[in-house]
C-alpha cells in the first residue's frame, strides 16, 4: 500500500500537467486603442511566452492549470502585470498598455569607469547567476544592457535595465529572458534583492545533452523551494524527505545594524586595530540569540484551506526550519541554527516579513503573493538553479510512463 501511494504522488505532477488550459487574448495601446503587435506576452517563471501578432492578438497554449502573473512589455510602453487562475476553462484577455512616460534615472554619483563596469560586471554575476558549479556554464548573451551604479565607497552595487536581459543557462539547457526592474547587492553584508519577471526557452541539444539536462534539472530541483512547497500543498513531506519545526528566537541587541557595520567597514583605513577588529567580530555575529525548537510540525497544523478550492495557506508561529534529508549543506550559515536531532542536512529557516500572516501556495509550488524570507540553503538559490514553474521532474515523468506500460502489458 505504502509503495502505492508513493507512485500516486509521484504521478499527480504528470497527471496535472496533462491537462491543457488556453489563454487568448489582445493588447492595444490605452490612449490611440491601436493594436499593439510584437508585444511580448508571458507567464512569469514559466517556459509560455509568445509574441502578440500585428492585430495586437496572442495565444498561449498547453498551459498547466495554476496561479501566475502574466506580463506584458512592449517598447514604448508601461509593463502590465495580471495574475490569472487557470483551471480546466480557457481564458480570454483585452489589456491595454500605458504609454512609458520617459524621465531620467536618478544620477548619485557620475557614470562608472570601464574598469569598474568590468568589477561591476563580475560581480553582478556571482550574486544574480551564482558561483556554483552550474554558475560555470551561464552566460550573459547581452551584457551591455545592464545599468551599473556604485554607492558608499563602492560598497553597495545597484543594476537595472529597460530591455531583457537574456542568459543562457548550458547546464540546465535553458535560454532565459528576464525584466530585470532593481537589483542591489551590499558587499560588506552580503544582503542581495532584485525583483523582475522571466521566461524560460527550451536549448536545442541531442540525445546525449537532453540527457544531461534533466538529470541536472532533476538535481536542481529536489530540495528546492518549489519541490518543498508542492509537497507541503499535497501533504507528502515525509515521502519527499522533509522535517519541519517550529523555531523561535530573539533578535541579538547587542550586534550594531548592518547598515553601521557597513558604514565602519567602509572607511576600515581610518579605524584603530581595536576598533577594526571590534566591526569585524560584529559582522560575524549572529543577528539572533536565544532559539529554540518547539517540536515538529504536521502538515495539518500549518496548512489550512481557502475559499479558492486551488489554493492553500500555511500558517505558522514565529519561524519554519525546514530540514531536506536527501541532501548534505556544503556551506556554513552563522545565522542558521541547527537541530540537534539531526545530521548536517540540508536547512533553510522561512520567515515571514512586513507584517504577512501567512504564505499563500498552489499546487505547482508557487508563491501567490509577498515571498517569504530565507535563510540558509535556499537563500543560495541564484538563476544557475533556477527552473520553471511548469517544471516535472524527468523521474517523475519517466515513473510515469513505465507504470502505464505496465499497465498496458
Known amino acids: 500500500m505504502k509503495l502505492l501511494r508513493i507512485l500516486l504522488m509521484m504521478m499527480v505532477p504528470v497527471m496535472s500537467w496533462a491537462q ?3 489563454v487568448t487574448g489582445k493588447i492595444t495601446s490605452a490612449d490611440t486603442k491601436a493594436p499593439v503587435a510584437g508585444a511580448s506576452v508571458f507567464l512569469s517563471n514559466s517556459s509560455f511566452g509568445t509574441s502578440t501578432g500585428k492585430d495586437g492578438k496572442f495565444t498561449l497554449t498547453s ?11 512592449s517598447v514604448g510602453y508601461e509593463d502590465e502585470l495580471k495574475l490569472i487562475s487557470l483551471v480546466d476553462a480557457g481564458v480570454v484577455l483585452n489589456i491595454e498598455l500605458k504609454p512609458k512616460i520617459t524621465q531620467l534615472k536618478e544620477v548619485t554619483i557620475a557614470p562608472i569607469s570601464k574598469s569598474d563596469r ?3 560586471l563580475e560581480q553582478f554575476k556571482q550574486d544574480f547567476i551564482g558561483t556554483d558549479e552550474n554558475a560555470g556554464n551561464c552566460k550573459i548573451v547581452n551584457p551591455d544592457v545592464l545599468n551599473f551604479s556604485y554607492h558608499q565607497n563602492k560598497t553597495v552595487l545597484e543594476a537595472y535595465t529597460d530591455e531583457f536581459l537574456l542568459v543562457e543557462n548550458k547546464a540546465l539547457g535553458y535560454r532565459i529572458k528576464f525584466l530585470l526592474r532593481n537589483f542591489k547587492s551590499e ?13 524560460f526557452e527550451e536549448l536545442k541539444g541531442g540525445k546525449v545533452k537532453q540527457e544531461r539536462w534533466h538529470r541536472k534539472r532533476d538535481e536542481a530541483y529536489y530540495g528546492s523551494a518549489m519541490h518543498f512547497f508542492r509537497a507541503l500543498y499535497r501533504d507528502s513531506l515525509d515521502d519527499a524527505g522533509y522535517r519541519i519545526y517550529r523555531l523561535s528566537r530573539d533578535i541579538n541587541e547587542s550586534r550594531p545594524a548592518d547598515r553601521n557595520i557597513q558604514a565602519h567597514l567602509v572607511n576600515a583605513r581610518k579605524l584603530s586595530r581595536d576598533s577594526l577588529i571590534f566591526w569585524v567580530n560584529a559582522a560575524h555575529d549572529s543577528r539572533y540569540t ?12 500549518i496548512v489550512k484551506s481557502t475559499a479558492n478550492p486551488n489554493l492553500k495557506e500555511v500558517i505558522f508561529p514565529d519561524h519554519l526550519y525546514v530540514v531536506y534529508t536527501k541532501k548534505w549543506e556544503a556551506n556554513f550559515y552563522k545565522d542558521v541554527y541547527r537541530s540537534p536531532n539531526d545530521l548536517n542536512y540540508q536547512t533553510t529557516i522561512v520567515s515571514l516579513v512586513n507584517n504577512n500572516p501567512s504564505i499563500v501556495i498552489d499546487k505547482n509550488g508557487t508563491i501567490i503573493g509577498p515571498s517569504p524570507m530565507y535563510e540558509g540553503s535556499w537563500s543560495q538559490a541564484r538563476l544557475s538553479v533556477l527552473l520553471p514553474v511548469d517544471y516535472t521532474p524527468y523521474s517523475t515523468q519517466q515513473q510515469f510512463l513505465e507504470t502505464q506500460a505496465l499497465k498496458r502489458d
Open 20 to 22: 491543457s488550459v488556453v
Open 63 to 73: 498551459l498547466k492549470p495554476g496561479q501566475y502573473n502574466l506580463v506584458v512589455s
Open 118 to 120: 568590468k568589477q561591476a
Open 187 to 199: 558587499l560588506q553584508t552580503g544582503n542581495i534583492s532584485y525583483s523582475g519577471s522571466q521566461v
Open 290 to 301: 536565544h532559539q529554540k525548537f518547539h517540536g515538529r510540525f504536521n502538515v495539518k497544523d
